[in-house]
């Protein structure tokens, strides 16, 4: 009786410190009592895995913070898959354990990370504004024999719809002062050289609320010269995520000179360039393409890659 008296008291003070149920603290004690006497505690049939999808919230080096779909707090997932996925993936979670230590935590594997922002239960940032805009009046127009000439024409032919995105997407959440701009403060970092300084500000903006897309766009731009193949996830789903707020078959224009479009445009650059230089010439080109149509004025001089991109492709399929 004393002996399990004592054993009591070993997993009740253990449940104490980590706050693991009854049944998970007396499952180690007992793992650690029988590696001391060199005895085995493995059944002869292992219990069946836990399966679960989840969103990435954040990445850290050897974990990720994660909310499992239909569950409401999110958890710290330890993991060496952790590096291979990025805020906005959809993953399956394989976990072996699951426990509590003033958080919720629980270890595994990471599997089948996928973009799939319609899963993500995100609320479309709205849109603003809407009137009527006559981009042929209100800026420089782009004449022969600049080669976007022809395709300005075509884009301007008739007035348009303006609209504005959310303050969010430019990481400007309610209630914050404007001049406190987190995605400011992460370029900042990273002009000074504290690359890595900057990486945290920014997952911990997206642990936040995912659709801020201008870290999606300054995580991309952390990548992009030395990891294309990472870079694109990053532009992708923040793109993605700002197509969300924008209904079928959207014909308006997003123009550069509205502050908080620029989040969006910024991701759509950054994947037309990772396409075009992963060789994707065709796909490169329809993104430029398609941010020419948003914002017509080409503040980002995306018409110049866009050229680049159609006179390599027709170099391309004349010499197979």
Request: charge should be neutral; charged fraction near 30%.
């Amino acid at each position: 009786m004393t002996a399990r008296r004592d054993l009591k008291s070993i997993i009740r003070a253990r449940q104490s410190k980590t706050g693991e149920s009854y049944t998970a603290a007396r499952a180690h004690v007992m793992r650690e009592r029988a590696a001391l006497l060199g005895q085995s505690t493995e059944s002869p049939q292992s219990a069946p895995l836990e399966r679960v999808d989840a969103v990435v919230l954040k990445v850290n080096q050897r974990s990720a913070r994660v909310r499992v779909l239909g569950e409401d707090e999110p958890i710290t997932f330890r993991s060496s898959d952790a590096s291979s996925v990025v805020p906005g993936h959809l993953v399956t979670l394989i976990v072996k354990r699951r426990w509590r230590w003033r958080d919720a935590y629980a270890s595994g594997r990471i599997e089948d990370p996928r973009i799939d922002v319609e899963r993500l239960g995100l609320v479309p940032l709205p849109l603003v504004g809407g009137e009527l805009e006559d981009l042929r009046r209100g800026y420089e127009p782009f004449r022969r024999p600049e080669p976007y000439a022809p395709l300005w024409r075509e884009l301007t032919a008739k007035r348009r719809a303006s609209f504005e995105m959310d303050p969010i997407a430019w990481g400007l959440f309610p209630g914050m002062d404007p001049e406190d701009n987190p995605t400011c403060d992460a370029s900042e970092l990273d002009k000074a050289g504290d690359r890595e300084g900057a990486r945290r500000l920014l997952m911990d903006v997206l642990c936040r609320d995912l659709r801020c897309i201008d870290a999606h766009a300054h995580l991309g731009n952390l990548e992009f010269d030395h990891a294309p193949q990472q870079a694109i996830l990053h532009y992708e789903i923040g793109m993605r995520i700002g197509e969300l707020s924008l209904p079928p078959g959207f014909d308006g224009v997003l123009m550069w000179g509205r502050l908080y479009n620029r989040p969006f445009l910024r991701c759509l650059h950054g994947y037309g360039l990772c396409l075009w230089h992963l060789g994707q010439l065709a796909a490169a080109q329809r993104v430029f393409e398609r941010m020419l149509s948003l914002n017509p004025n080409d503040n980002q001089g995306v018409r110049s890659c866009w050229d680049d991109v159609r006179e390599e492709a027709a170099t391309a399929e004349s010499n197979p």
